[in-house]
């Protein structure tokens, strides 16, 4: 009897084609490759740009340094601004005075005024309101009362005050000093 031996092994590698070889050897070695072109691409095109505004900030400096020269030269000392602040302070303050029609302030005082009461001195002071100071006389102090409750009443002044009455001697008369803010119709004040 004889014995054979197999010494063949079991499982036969094949000697084919080394695709799989070749394209591992290729992702090895292109990929690293290829990153190091891309990177070093990405390294000069930012590098380019980065010199580019490095010269473009020195330009802008530049100029920015020649308009700030020329802003100072050209900008008012602060006295003449504080002097043109006043001007405008005071063409407001007239101008509102000019708002104010003064004709529409006596009519609104006539009706309210009763009729035993009389004006002597009427002094319009125009600032945020009108501020009005009436010196007159009343026949009655009941008249004269009645006038600060029409005032008090009334939607065109504000806040009457009766400074001082005294009576002066003829006929019982008492003279008066009173004063009022006039509000003004919708529009007429600023």
Do not use: C
């Not at 001697?169 to 803010?181: C, Q, W």
Request: aromatic share 12%; glycine share 6%; proline share 4%.
């Amino acid at each position: 009897m004889k014995h054979y031996l197999n010494f063949k092994p079991s499982i036969v590698f094949r000697k084919g084609s080394s695709f799989m070889l070749k394209t591992s050897l290729m992702i090895l070695y292109g990929l690293p490759v290829t990153l190091v072109f891309f990177w070093s691409y990405n390294y000069f095109v930012l590098a380019a740009l980065n010199g580019h505004y490095e010269v473009a900030i020195k330009e802008l400096n530049g100029r920015s340094r020649d308009f700030s020269s020329e802003m100072l030269k050209l900008k008012p000392d602060t006295e003449i601004l504080a002097g043109l602040e006043k001007d405008y302070y005071s063409y407001r303050k007239l101008q509102s005075a000019f708002k104010t029609t003064f004709n529409r302030l006596f009519e609104a005082l006539e009706r309210t005024t009763p009729g035993a009461v009389m004006f002597k001195r009427i002094n319009a002071r125009p600032d945020k309101l009108v501020h009005v100071v009436i010196d007159g006389e009343a026949e009655k102090l009941d008249d004269l009362t009645m006038f600060v409750r029409r005032l008090h009443a009334a939607g065109d002044f504000i806040n009457p005050q009766l400074k001082k009455h005294t009576s002066t001697g003829e006929a019982n008369r008492l003279a008066f000093s009173l004063e009022v803010d006039y509000l003004g119709q919708k529009g007429e004040l600023p």
